[in-house]
T-cell receptor, first 115, second 113 residues
């Protein structure tokens, strides 16, 4: 059973296009995250939602817009894609309750290539 | 704010030799510490974690790490490297009341036959 799943796994698109990445978790967690991993493997937090409420909103271009229809889903929509958006995007989830120590579970990633 | 330092982005180790990856953290309150592994073209998988209690923690695939508060360290070791250990390893820190995981820059481990 897949715990955190993302679609699509690969996404190749032209500059200027709009695209979305979907994430779903079946772990019963209440908090979900989006990370960006650059070509040097550095992981940067972008957003986090707790029970559909935005709780972390890092300094990312406003072309990036997360949406959480329910606590099991967190989607990422990107407008007007640029070359610099090429990266691997990871979704993750966790329990916010302190008993779970913020252990995060990661999805398999979506490799976005902007041409 | 918490932060993590991992030195040496690339680590080469001979098959059968000791694997040692160093992690030093900065946190003003008791930390929660994690090691994650990322195999090629995959997501991050938890290797082990320290939250409270015993400072030597054992994880999957024969890895272990020791929390040393006096040295603000959480180094990862494995006595004997296997070819399947070739991957990227990330140390991360969090704390009570904070959703953020602060990641180090990662170590790419190469295992030499």
């Amino acid at each position: 059973d897949t715990a955190v799943s993302q679609t699509p796994k690969y996404l190749v698109t032209q500059m200027g296009n709009d695209k979305s990445i979907k994430c779903e978790q079946n772990l019963g967690h209440d908090t979900m995250y989006w990370y960006k991993q650059d070509s040097k493997k550095f992981l940067k937090i972008m957003f986090s939602y707790n029970n559909k409420e935005l709780i972390i909103n890092e300094t990312v271009p406003n072309r990036f817009s997360p949406k959480s229809p329910d606590k099991a889903h967190l989607n990422l929509h990107i407008n007007s894609l640029e070359l610099g958006d090429s990266a691997v995007y990871f979704c993750a989830s966790s329990h916010q309750d302190r008993l779970y120590y913020n252990e995060q579970f990661f999805g398999p990633g979506t490799r976005l290539t902007v041409l | 704010a918490q932060s993590v330092t991992q030195l040496g982005s690339h680590v080469s180790v001979s098959e059968g030799a000791l694997v040692l990856l160093r992690c030093n953290y900065s946190s003003s309150v008791p930390p929660y510490l994690f090691w994650y592994v990322q195999y090629p073209n995959q997501g991050l998988q938890l290797l082990l974690k320290y939250t409270t209690g015993a400072t030597l923690v054992k994880g999957i695939n024969g890895f272990e790490a020791e929390f040393k508060k006096s040295e603000t360290s959480f180094h990862l070791t494995k006595p004997s490297a296997h070819m399947s250990d070739a991957a990227e390893y990330f140390c991360a820190v969090s704390r009570y009341g904070n959703n953020r995981l602060a990641f180090g820059k990662g170590n790419q481990v190469v295992v030499i036959p």
